[in-house]
């Protein structure tokens, strides 16, 4: 069976046990036959399309099973950036396009994935929903700091239209009033050339000390962990952080914009 099959079986059993549902009841709140549920548990065949929609309802997981389908579906170097993320002490987030997405809405997110082009909206949905998902990392119990710098355009990109840029620059302003651990700098637009041009990365300070740089592109993400490539993206974020403004300026910055956007 695939492994990550059986973490998901394994995950079925454990929360349906939890709330002492027997496979006939949970066959009932699914809509699907017992011999369907039992056959699916014991991997003995593969769940219908909508199965795992429908547990997360029946058991309302609050998404769970949703959220791990979505991760298991993201390709290699993705779930490699992701582990580095969840593990980090320090991540520094360099965007010159659009907000970072441990800091996006739902509706942004969306939005962002709808003007690819090529997702119909149950994708959309689902990988909304996986970007989401993985900002459980800054409320954790010992979340890591994460300092993020945004180019001023990305405040004035419209996506989605006006609602929505309001409401997300409104979230940014919110989490860093909220969050002592998240901070953020916007590089003003009246900055000319700077080294934030080359493109956006995100830097992660591991426990070990080391750092892992990711890097986006049209096609895939790199994960570099090379030392001579690291510091050079190294080099680059304090050459960019050196554009931007300070925290407070940078949120009235923030703010003024949110209001033009009413």
Do not use: C
């Not at 549902?21 to 011999?35: C, I, R």
């Not at 997110?109 to 989401?132: H, I, T």
């Not at 001023?152 to 002592?180: C, D, F, S």
């Amino acid at each position: 069976m695939d492994e990550r099959l059986q973490v998901l079986i394994e995950e079925l059993r454990y929360m349906r046990a939890a709330r002492k549902m027997t496979q006939e009841d949970l066959a009932k709140a699914v809509n699907y036959s017992p011999s369907t549920v039992a056959m699916v548990e014991t991997g003995a065949r593969k769940p219908p399309p909508d199965f795992w929609d429908r547990v997360d309802v029946a058991l309302d997981t609050g998404g769970a099973f949703a959220r791990m389908l979505a991760r298991f579906g993201s390709p290699q170097w993705l779930r490699e950036w992701e582990a580095n993320e969840r593990q980090a002490t320090v991540l520094r987030s360099y965007q010159n396009m659009v907000v970072p997405g441990l800091l996006q809405t739902a509706a942004y997110a969306r939005a962002l994935f709808r003007s690819v082009g090529l997702f119909d909206e149950q994708e959309v949905e689902r990988r909304a929903e996986a970007r989401l998902g993985r900002q459980a990392v800054l409320a954790d119990e010992n979340p890591p700091q994460l300092v993020a710098v945004l180019d001023e355009h990305v405040l004035r990109r419209p996506v989605g239209g006006p609602v929505v840029m309001r409401e997300q620059l409104l979230r940014l302003v919110k989490l860093v009033n909220e969050r002592p651990r998240v901070r953020l700098h916007i590089v003003p637009a009246s900055v000319g050339a700077y080294p934030g041009f080359a493109g956006a990365f995100v830097l992660a300070t591991l426990p070990t000390g080391e750092d892992v740089a990711y890097l986006d592109d049209q096609l895939k993400g790199q994960v570099i962990d090379h030392a001579e490539d690291v510091l050079a993206v190294r080099s680059s974020w304090e050459s960019i952080q050196g554009e931007a403004l300070p925290p407070r300026q940078s949120i009235e910055l923030l703010t003024e914009v949110a209001k033009s956007w009413s």
